[in-house]
Structure formats: C-alpha cells, structure tokens
Nanobody, 114 residues
C-alpha cells in the first residue's frame, strides 16, 4: 500500500487548508484511514479517522474545525482544516493499518502563522 499526502502549506491563523491522501491500492474502499500530525520534539498524535463505512472520529483539539472525508472512486481521503491555529503547525501524515502493518504517507507540512 502506498499513500501520497499533499496539500500542506503556509496559512495565517484563522485560515483553511485541505489535505489529500491518495492510495495506490484498488481495495482502498475497505481501509480505515487516519490523519496524524507531529510537531518536532513531540509525539505523533492522531487527529482524525474515517472507517471504511464513513464513520469519523476526531481529536478533541480539532473537533468542530477539521472534517475528514473520503472519495472511494478516487482512492482519496481528505482533511478539511478550518479556523487554523498556530498550534496546528505540524507535519501531517495519513495512515492505514493493513495485514498487521502500518502504512504511512510521506507527510505534508502545515504551518500556521499568528
């Protein structure tokens, strides 16, 4: 499984970005996909998750501001990030766990300026 993350960039506080994660596998529609983020010196934390059936969960710190969605026809999962804050600055990774193994995208940097 190969995951390709994109969409990061520099945005002002209060702005929005949409991250994309595209999978190479044609069985993508059965995957649960999660977005994680990691700030240097901190542990990687889960931000949002979407199941194969479309159920979603969010970290408390992003609930109400971020929305995760999927388009199985495009083998893609999106993370719409609104009302961004400087503390959202991190490298964002998409992830899936398949056949007892974690697969990670390469990460995309989100920088929120105050």
């Amino acid at each position: 499984v190969q995951l390709q993350a994109s969409g990061g960039g520099l945005v002002q506080s209060g702005g929005s970005l949409r991250l994309s994660c595209v999978a190479s596998d044609s069985t993508f529609n059965i995957y649960h996909i999660a977005w994680y983020r990691q700030d240097p010196g901190k542990q990687r934390e889960e931000v949002a998750r979407i199941t194969s059936g479309g159920s979603t969960t969010y970290a408390a710190s992003v609930k109400g501001r971020f929305t995760i969605s999927r388009d199985n026809a495009k083998n893609a999962v999106y993370l719409q990030m609104n009302s961004l804050k400087p503390e959202d600055t991190a490298v964002y990774y998409c992830n899936t766990y398949q056949n007892k193994k974690d697969y990670w995208g390469q990460g995309t940097l989100v920088t929120v300026s105050s």
